[in-house]
């Protein structure tokens, strides 16, 4: 299994669920959403969202269970702690462009 695995797993007019996988110590992407908002649903492990408004970071403890809204806009990563792994889905509301930060 890579770092990263990710699947959609539900896309329809109205929104898209994406399963992520990520591995201990590392994570996804910084991506933002800019017309949608998007949802974090976390099934397995733990881990840290981090979240980027502008010049304001802040990261949140994430695990089992937990459901955190992500405003659009918002730069934000998800990263796995140490050597868990962290299983969870984005839920982006439609239009689902997702933008990643190069």
């Not at 994570?27 to 017309?35: E, F, S, Y």
């Not at 949140?60 to 990263?79: K, S, Y």
């Amino acid at each position: 299994m890579g770092a990263l695995q990710s699947e959609v797993l539900v896309e329809t007019g109205m929104l898209r669920a994406e399963r992520i996988t990520v591995e201990g110590g590392t994570g996804t992407p910084w991506q933002r959403c800019p017309i949608a908002e998007r949802v974090l649903v976390v099934q397995q492990g733990r881990g840290y969202l981090y979240r980027s408004f502008g010049r304001e970071e802040n990261r949140t403890e994430v695990c089992d269970g937990d459901v955190v809204r992500i405003p659009r806009l918002a730069w934000h990563r998800l990263v796995a702690s140490g050597d868990d792994r962290i299983v969870a889905t984005f839920v982006t509301a439609a239009p689902f462009a997702v933008e990643d930060r190069t």
